[in-house]
């Protein structure tokens, strides 16, 4: 590899930025509302997949709002898959494109569910039942690299005047789905906005065969090391992380992560090259509708000042999941879907030591098979300490918080991490792998943090049997004493994990990118 830093071209600003050359464009930037399209395959409430736990649809459905209160607005670009188009109902048309990838397609405005959406109403892509990206079959659909090469051109076209009276100052691209946006813009001409790519995850890097490339209108000298091509192929995230002009992270700790050959899959070298322009921004949830104090969804309310309510909660999660109802059992519980990488799998081979220690284990997810089938018989093995329910259930998943002690995360990797935020709302003590956004977000229950009153859960590491093994008992150990463990709830009900402070630092990073931009002005 010659070179893995991407090249750098001349920018124009797109938010009346020109007439300002020095200190004073910082200033200015804080009064303007920065215009972003945020472009996802998903978005919730209406399009989500992996599970009542959160994801890349919770962190696109919930931006919009913790932005606007800093000065950014915030349209969404979507698929116009039935459940979106639907929800537009009576929407307008504010452009039309003759032949997107094989059909005649529309883009569509509108608000639904309190967002601002644009929709591409394709049907020839998009007008298809089920999960957004599997066949019936459960197999990926044969045309993904047309369905979300679209999603990313649209997003360009936009960027670049589409729509009359609409152009965006930033195009914000969320995992491989969108990566070609910042592709597509690069071989563009001016103006054109600035571009931010978020991983949410890497496992995923979006790859098609290389002939790909000249059905989606890339150049052929995108092809290549300093471009979009990965192992041999075309790759949608590969584009994303090469082409857009930063690219952020949803934590930290994953940020730094995935720049180590362990983590990387492949991408290390790229992002080490890249690491002045990537940020780790962990996620938030919406502390409105995670908020114990007012959630129609469990037993009794309750807070910080008023904990009383969180027992009849315990004593409902008991009875919802056939569980002995047992005060003084330490009960710990599970939301995730259910795999491997959730480490699962070191749930199931601890249950005996869990059980022996006195705890009650209720588990809510979907997933595998195997690990379905596998909670199940362990279930029957275990009648009154081992609850399962198989399923996304979301509201259950809101009593699980609310009535748990504490709540398992034991993931070998963990970009951010949504579980133990909402577990950290709800007074459950999250026990996680030091891994990712994980790390970043719990303080270990040591000995000197639960002296200062700073602990806020346990960790442990590696993600191993044994190492979970010495965490449950490190749980238990400290439930038993009433005083630590009340001083462990009321830290973590206490730590901010709402959308303010990231919403805070990616509009910071807009700002940025525009000041940037305006300085380097001829």
């Not at 491997?340 to 705890?359: C, E, H, N, S």
């Not at 009900?493 to 990616?506: E, G, N, Q």
């Amino acid at each position: 590899m010659a070179s893995t830093t991407p090249a750098t071209t001349d920018r124009r600003p797109t938010a009346g930025l020109d007439a300002e050359r020095d200190d004073g464009v910082a200033e200015l930037t804080r009064t303007l509302t920065i215009r972003v399209l945020s472009v996802a395959s998903e978005v919730h409430p209406l399009v989500r997949t992996g599970g009542a736990a959160g994801g890349l649809a919770d962190v696109v459905g919930a931006l919009p709002a913790a932005l606007a209160r800093e000065g950014v607005a915030v349209r969404t670009l979507v698929p116009g898959y039935p459940a979106v188009v639907e929800a537009l109902g009576g929407a307008e048309t504010v452009a039309e494109i003759p032949d997107l990838f094989g059909g005649p397609a529309r883009v569509l405005a509108g608000v639904a569910a309190g967002l601002d959406l644009l929709a591409i109403d394709a049907p020839h892509l998009y007008d298809r039942p089920g999960n957004p990206y599997l066949a019936p079959d459960g197999t990926d659909w044969p045309d993904n690299a047309a369905r979300f090469g679209a999603l990313g051109l649209v997003a360009a076209r936009i960027g670049t005047g589409l729509i009359p009276d609409y152009r965006p100052d930033i195009v914000h691209g969320h995992d491989w789905q969108a990566g070609l946006a910042p592709a597509y813009l690069h071989f563009a001409q001016y103006p054109k906005p600035r571009t931010v790519a978020t991983v949410h995850g890497l496992a995923f890097a979006g790859q098609f065969p290389a002939p790909t490339l000249a059905a989606l209108g890339l150049p052929e000298e995108a092809f290549r090391t300093e471009g979009v091509e990965y192992h041999g192929t075309l790759s949608f995230l590969k584009a994303a992380l090469f082409y857009a002009d930063r690219v952020t992270a949803v934590s930290p700790g994953y940020a730094a992560e995935i720049m180590t050959h362990e983590s990387g899959m492949g991408f290390d070298g790229l992002l080490r090259a890249r690491a002045a322009t990537v940020t780790g921004i962990r996620n938030g949830i919406d502390d409105a509708v995670w908020d114990p104090a007012n959630d129609p969804d469990i037993a009794a309310p309750f807070g910080v000042g008023d904990m009383a309510g969180r027992a009849a909660n315990k004593a409902a999660l008991q009875e919802r999941f056939g569980l002995d109802p047992s005060p003084d059992a330490p009960l710990f519980g599970v939301v995730s879907r259910l795999s491997g990488q959730k480490g699962l799998d070191l749930v199931l081979d601890a249950l005996p030591l869990l059980v022996a220690l006195g705890g009650q284990l209720a588990l809510v997810g979907e997933g595998d098979r195997w690990f379905e089938d596998s909670f199940r018989a362990a279930a029957e093995r275990h009648p009154g300490t081992v609850g399962v329910v198989i399923g996304e259930d979301e509201r259950l998943a809101h009593l699980l918080q609310a009535g748990a002690d504490a709540v398992l995360v034991p993931s070998r990797f963990e970009p951010c991490g949504v579980a133990q935020l909402c577990a950290l709302r709800y007074g459950a003590v999250p026990v996680v792998a030091r891994v990712g956004g994980l790390a970043d977000t719990v303080v270990d229950a040591n000995e000197m943090a639960l002296a200062a009153g700073a602990a806020t859960g346990v960790m442990f590491a590696p993600a191993t049997l044994p190492a979970l093994e010495t965490a449950l008992r490190r749980t238990v150990e400290i439930f038993r004493d009433p005083e630590d463990w009340a001083g462990m709830v009321v830290a973590g009900m206490a730590t901010d994990v709402s959308w303010r402070r990231p919403a805070r630092k990616l509009a910071a990073l807009y700002r940025d990118l525009l000041v940037s931009d305006a300085g380097t002005l001829p």
